[in-house]
């Protein structure tokens, strides 16, 4: 992290049972403590459907569901991103064209 030291706190952070240290950006807290609620609530809801795994195939198939929402999204914000480009190409020529 190339942050300075005086913008980062330190926060414990407890997910699958196990403490981790975060160094993060102030102002950031209430974020990660909802990502962390959310990762963990995932686990839970893996763990009560699917018995019998041990806490890396629950970690993994969060990591993985996480990974497919990403993804979904970053598609829908390019989409949307190329639809806002053409709608602006539009206006121009609209505007391009009243002017003249």
């Not at 699917?50 to 993804?71: H, I, N, P, R, T």
């Amino acid at each position: 992290m190339s942050e300075k030291s005086e913008d980062l706190v330190q926060i414990q952070v407890m997910i699958a049972d196990r403490q981790y240290p975060l160094r993060i950006k102030k102002g950031e807290e209430d974020t990660v403590k909802k990502a962390v609620t959310l990762v963990n609530d995932k686990l839970k809801e893996y763990q009560d459907s699917y018995s019998g795994k041990d806490k890396q195939d629950y970690l993994s198939m969060c990591v993985l569901m996480f990974a497919v929402e990403y993804q979904t999204l970053k598609n829908q914000s390019q989409q949307s991103g190329h639809v806002l480009d053409s709608h602006v190409q539009q206006l121009h020529r609209i505007l391009d064209e009243a002017l003249v």
